[in-house]
């Protein structure tokens, strides 16, 4: 018997959690139904015609196969054949493993809510396009919970269509965090829906061993739901976290598509899905709109709470916000403008856009370093586009300032060509500083000085030109002092997986080559000074700063270390073989030098 559960939004906070089953009377549903406004929306069929099917529409959702065309081609209404399984796709939506409670053991509280959840089953969770986040049991794969957005129930209708063409709808990726509400600590999970719907969700997902349709717990497991006119599509995860106001909140961007056509940030109280702080940057309109992409939140102070919230636009601003007030009014766009603005190359009519998460770390003698790629690959318009894109790493010093920097500022980094006689790797500059006597020097390289780099330039940049229509739309992830970022070619024909990708390492604080050996290159999985290249025509070596990694789409890296202290490189790959390593739709691990 599944576990499905909706959520009523005409119901008092606390008790808008209820089964995804028909009402017994859908023109006076009770206070433990769906409301009258959600049946009427399953009783229209995929052209939103009034049809009276939404008993069996419902039915067919919760897995009922009964009206499928396969198994009764008699039956008035019939619905689309699903695979064996009655889960929908898995797209972006990246799972999420939740175990027993982690959280900060100077609160006493939280000792306390680890001990009562330290044998808490392992759950799994996902989002799917049958409308659901599923929740599975991660020792058996058993489903415990699915939830039913009520954000998506204007599409349900054609997810029972037999001429159904694939759509998106519950396709954003959760974040879970313990959380201390007013009730005490409990374990939260907020998910955005993608390319699905325009909005947030809020799941209590503590105990799952209470994951019933009981109504008790219905209402305990529902939190919230948000939308908003700024709210447009969220691609990236939602922040969990405690802010200077003494409150955990849900801290993030409103995303792309939205009716106002602004770049916004949201601060959300956790607990009751209530609006703390919407911070506008008043950049964008409904003509030409812009959106605020994922962001990062950073603790300045180490005190446990969120200063200050790094994220790009469409429109190529890199943006702070300054989150440091005790109340939520005090938080703001630090300065009232961008922090930097990405550039236009040759021919582009627009700055690069960012649409990847930036990461962040300290920078010396005080600030942080913001780290992050530029280019667009969200609808079919941006296949064929080819501006340049780049990589960027930028100081935030903490000094006031009036007008966003630009890459006049930054230290320019560069490709090297040929200079290595394998095709599957690649070598940029260290233009910062001297090169060590081991290795060969080009042309680029101690452009300037340690001492000048550090005392006048506001960070680096590196164009992407080793490919057409190169660009970094994935996030950037910084480990041990470097940047690993994942580069994607998309082809010029939609749904074709073939397009090239290359990930790319370098230093963080400077963007130059670093000089230890990187990869595996020889693959005898030692990393020694064989695994330097040679250089053609000299007697010199030198160490490479990407790998590519053939015609394929390949994710963000997930960085973890093996019993060695090398670091894993895991990226899961889509698309056809062919050079540079290829793909047989496996995760591709790579090993890199530990630090």
């Known amino acids: 018997k599944r576990v499905v559960l909706t959520y009523k939004p005409s119901a008092s906070a606390g008790n808008r959690g209820v089964a995804f089953r028909w009402p017994a009377d859908p023109a006076a549903p009770t206070s433990s139904e769906i409301d009258s406004a959600q049946a009427a929306l399953l009783n229209k069929n995929a052209s939103g015609a009034t049809d009276a099917n939404g008993a069996t529409r419902l039915n067919y959702l919760r897995g009922d196969p009964s009206r499928e065309v396969r198994n009764c081609s008699s039956c008035i209404p019939q619905y689309r054949n699903r695979s064996a399984s009655v889960l929908g796709d898995l797209v972006d939506s990246a799972p999420v493993y939740v175990g027993p409670p982690n959280g900060p053991t100077n609160d006493v509280s939280m000792v306390s809510f680890q001990i009562a959840n330290r044998n808490r089953a392992g759950m799994v969770y996902v989002g799917s396009n049958d409308g659901m986040m599923h929740g599975f049991d991660a020792t058996s794969g058993e489903e415990r919970l699915a939830y039913v957005p009520n954000l998506v129930f204007a599409n349900l209708p054609l997810l029972t269509d037999t001429g159904y063409v694939h759509r998106y709808f519950v396709n954003g990726s959760p974040v879970v965090e313990s959380v201390k509400l007013s009730t005490g600590w409990r374990t939260l999970l907020v998910a955005g829906l993608h390319a699905g719907g325009k909005g947030l969700f809020a799941l209590d997902v503590t105990n799952p061993a209470a994951m019933t349709e009981a109504a008790i717990n219905a209402k305990a497991i529902a939190r919230w739901e948000f939308t908003d006119a700024d709210m447009g599509h969220v691609y990236g995860k939602p922040i969990l976290a405690k802010t200077n106001d003494d409150k955990w909140s849900v801290i993030v961007s409103n995303g792309y598509l939205s009716t106002n056509g602004h770049a916004v940030l949201y601060v959300i109280d956790a607990e009751t899905g209530q609006v703390t702080r919407k911070i506008d940057t008043g950049s964008g309109s409904p003509s030409a709109p812009n959106g605020l992409s994922p962001a990062v939140a950073v603790d300045l102070d180490a005190n446990g709470t ?10 190529g601003n890199l943006w702070k916000f300054n989150l440091k007030s005790t109340v939520g009014s005090g938080w703001e766009v ?12 040759a021919t582009a009519v627009n700055r690069q856009s960012i649409t990847a998460r930036p990461d962040v770390t300290t920078f010396p003698g005080g600030g942080q370093m913001i780290t992050f790629g530029t280019g667009q690959y969200l609808d079919t318009a941006d296949l064929s586009n080819r501006d340049v894109q780049s990589l960027y790493g930028v100081v935030d010093n903490y000094a006031a300032y009036t007008a966003p920097l630009t890459v006049s500022s930054l230290q320019p980094q560069n490709w090297i060509n040929n200079a290595v006689a394998s095709a599957d790797y690649l070598v940029s500059t260290h233009a910062v500083g001297a090169v060590s006597t081991a290795q060969r020097s080009f042309t680029g390289d101690n452009a300037i000085s340690t001492a000048d780099y550090y005392q006048n330039k506001r960070g680096w940049y590196l164009n992407l030109t080793n490919f057409n229509g190169e660009r970094a739309e994935q996030d950037i992830v910084i480990r041990d002092g470097r940047v690993h970022a994942v580069t ?18 370098i230093d963080t604080l400077t963007g130059n080559r670093i000089e230890t050996g990187l990869f595996d290159t020889n693959g005898d999985g030692v990393f020694d000074n064989t695994d ?11 160490s490479p700063s990407a790998r590519v990694l053939g015609q394929s789409f390949s994710s963000s890296p997930l960085l973890l270390r093996d019993k060695h202290g090398n670091l894993l490189s895991i990226k ?11 793909d047989d739709g496996r995760p591709d691990v790579d090993k890199e030098k530990g630090a």
């Open 306 to 315: 969120v200063d200050a919230v790094y994220a790009g636009d469409l429109e």
């Open 334 to 345: 630090a300065n009232n403008v961008a922090l930097f603005q990405t550039q236009k190359i």
């Open 488 to 505: 994607t070619v998309p082809q010029s024909t939609q749904c074709q997986s073939d397009g090239n990708s290359e990930e790319i390492v």
């Open 532 to 542: 330097l290249l040679a250089v053609p025509g000299s007697s010199g070596v030198t």
């Open 572 to 582: 899961s790959k889509a698309g056809g073989g062919g050079g540079g390593g290829g």
